[in-house]
């Protein structure tokens, strides 16, 4: 069964593996869930799940800086 937090995990083994998360490599994810998987249909899902955990990693990043600066006044 695929749902997100299975998309994010696979991009977390990516990052592990040296793999950044971008543009041109979603097709490496979309690669191990369509041919090693089978999972055909969820090509998509990949897609937009790459685009999701680029857009949290932003606001994490954005809420790390706040915070860092927050500690330094």
Do not use: Q
């Not at 998309?7 to 977390?12: A, D, E």
């Not at 041919?35 to 790459?50: A, I, N, P, Q, T």
């Not at 685009?51 to 600066?69: G, N």
């Amino acid at each position: 069964m695929y749902h997100r937090f299975f998309g994010f995990g696979l991009i977390k083994i990516m990052s592990m593996l040296g793999i950044d998360v971008s543009d041109e490599n979603e097709p490496i994810m979309e690669a191990w869930v369509v041919e090693c998987m089978g999972k055909k249909d969820l090509s998509s899902r990949v897609y937009s799940d790459c685009r999701e955990w680029r857009k949290r990693s932003e606001k994490l990043d954005l809420m790390r800086k706040l915070l860092t600066e927050l500690e330094i006044r």
